[in-house]
């Protein structure tokens, strides 16, 4: 379960909140009782963001800006699914996986992300985004010069603006969904103690490695 309450729909008069409600659940459904949305998500991230009017429409405001942004959308998906995948969000790589096949991208493209130091499938250009995108998530902003020159090489300053607004917008909800524990990031920490076998007590693992 989400670690925030979810709204119900009856608990909320937000006309916004509202709105996608019926958008994304069904007219009059309570995502709550009824989750589920049509890309297969449980829809958590709508009845959580729900509980702050101001954060809400900020969020729901901001995807408007792919309606302005010149950048070929392409890079801008292997950008946002890159951050996904690095910042280790099933549910931001999920969907925009699903966003690069709407966008026609081949299958062995889609696959590719994940390793995509050693993949052909991409090329320079899309090297480069992808290289940045670890840069601007793994490295905090540390970018290289090397990889900055070959997007300046291609792109024009301001879609490499919209490339670093976008692709670090993504990893903010991909952080947020793995902390609220929303969506597909709604999952126990893999990293937990793998006990001793019974009768091990709490002898001391060193005697066994040095000979003592």
Known sequence: MPRLRQVHREETDDKLVRFFYDRLFGEGVDPVDGPGTATGTPGTWWTVFALDHAIFKHCVQGFQVYRG?????????????????SRGSQFVFSQHCKQMRALGVPEAKISAVAAWEVSDQFDELERAVLAYTDALVLGGGRVHDDVFAVLKKHLPDEQILELTYTTALYEMHATMTKALRLEFDDRDDPITEVAAPEGYGSRDISDDITGG
């Open 69 to 85: 942004v010149k950048l070929d959308p392409v890079l801008r998906e292997l950008g946002q699914t890159r951050a996904g995948w």
